[in-house]
């Protein structure tokens, strides 16, 4: 199965693919949605393995979102199950257009009492996880609910599409059973439907990109108080594209390296006596560390550096000061972090010698994108040393694609 979204245009018009949306839910659902509501993907533009150490990041959220069409059942609603029999109006019905093998809708419908973790599999825990977690809260219930999906942000490719959907889910419930969640708030309740529903031990970052960047700028997040500032990234007008080129080497969070990075870093935090790799001071003594720990803390004092000066950069108007920053947290990721593959070095590598003035991968690792920062007149150039590259090194080929700092999740309609 490919695991590639059917390529859709970024950028196309959120609106016009809401109503197109809305159409669709009524033609499965046979009534019309509540509302439609957007979160978008993001890239990472550096601060890599840093947030679940209580670290920096620097993400921005792009122009590819998730939509999601939702209707919130009514306490008279009767249900019916797949034989006929009457079910209660607690059921959620889950629908995406993701349709990876030409089968039609991918559809999912669980119920919200007794909802547990591995009761949904795939696509849909990343909903039902945000139904379970909002279903946890005191006095809040979760009714039944309908809901139709549909994403520009490829799957697997380390954008956040899991994200988004989580998002996307959130600030839907949030709005139509009237939480009044606050944003960061709402980035912990989707973290928490992560790594408690889904099982992956990730970080705050792709959430707080969805929910707070804006368009034009990248969201500076500490992650261990959820403090942010919005920076501005104006790469066009540094005559600047950001180019994602998507491997389309498969990764998951819930696998195996993701996890076992992080308990390297718990390790090291605890070996040095301190509560998270963010308290380690920079002349720290590593000495009583294992070879491959001190690879790892390295790695995360220095990317917490790396932002740190990045942001500085952005602040003074340098848009193209960060490139090198970009290419040294890639060779920290590669030797220290060991979370690239040999189709992210050769991206990265084929940018930079193509013109780009700085590239690295992106996310979480073991595959998904790269980003590189291209001059705009060197795009061209760069797309096809990069898929020459890649043929030549018997790699299937990459999607490669611009990107532009979009704006955060809301309701489109
Ligand atoms: C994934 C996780 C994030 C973060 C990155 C690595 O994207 O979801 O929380 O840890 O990997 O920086």
């Known amino acids: 199965m490919s695991r590639r979204q059917a390529a859709r245009p970024a950028g196309h018009d959120d609106g016009v693919r809401a109503d197109a949306l809305a159409r669709r839910f009524t033609e499965v659902y046979g009534r019309a949605p509540d509302g439609v509501w957007r979160a978008p993907g993001r890239v ?27 209707r919130l059942r009514r306490p008279d609603e009767v249900v ?109 309740l989707t973290q928490r439907a992560e790594n408690e529903f889904v099982g992956a031990p990730t970080g705050i970052m792709d959430q707080s990109a969805s929910l707070l960047g804006r368009a034009g700028a990248a969201l500076f997040l500490d992650c261990r108080t959820q403090e942010s500032e919005l920076v501005p990234l104006p790469v066009a007008e540094h005559g600047l594209t950001v180019l994602v080129v998507d491997t389309g080497v498969a990764h998951s969070h819930a696998d195996g390296g993701y996890g076992a990075r992080r308990a390297s870093c718990e390790r090291g935090a605890a070996a040095l006596g301190v509560a998270s790799l963010r308290d380690v001071p920079e002349q720290a003594d590593l000495s009583a560390l294992d070879g491959e720990t001190v690879r790892r803390v390295r790695h995360v004092l220095s990317e917490n550096r790396r932002v740190l000066e990045a942001v500085e950069r952005l602040r003074a108007g340098d848009v193209r000061g960060v490139g090198n920053l970009l290419a040294a947290s890639h060779a920290s990721l590669r030797d220290d972090y060991e979370v690239s593959c040999p189709e992210l070095d050769l991206a990265v590598d084929t940018a930079l010698a193509a013109g780009a003035v700085g590239a690295r991968m992106t996310g979480g690792g073991f595959g998904g994108s790269a980003i590189a920062l291209v001059p705009a007149a060197q795009g061209e150039q760069v797309r096809s040393a990069v898929a020459e590259a890649f043929a030549a090194g018997g790699h299937r080929a990459p999607d490669v694609f611009a990107v532009v700092p979009g704006e955060g999740a809301g309701r489109v309609r």
């Open 80 to 188: 019916r199950d797949g034989d006929g029999a009457a079910a209660a109006s607690d059921v959620v019905d889950l629908a995406s257009t993701y349709d990876p093998d030409g089968s039609g809708l991918s559809r999912a419908r669980f119920r919200v009492p007794g909802l547990a973790p591995g009761a949904v599999a795939g696509w849909g825990a990343y909903p039902a996880g945000v139904v379970h977690v909002l279903g946890s809260l005191d006095g809040v219930e979760v009714p039944g609910v309908e809901l139709l999906l549909d994403s520009t942000v490829p799957v697997g490719a380390g954008l956040s599409s899991s994200h988004a959907l989580e998002v996307a889910t959130i600030v839907a419930l949030d709005d139509l059973l009237g939480l009044g969640l606050e944003r960061p708030a709402m980035a912990r």
């Open 44 to 70: 990472n533009l550096i601060g890599e393995h840093t947030d679940y150490n209580d670290g920096y990041v620097l993400p921005f959220a792009i122009d590819r979102s998730a939509l999601v069409a939702v």
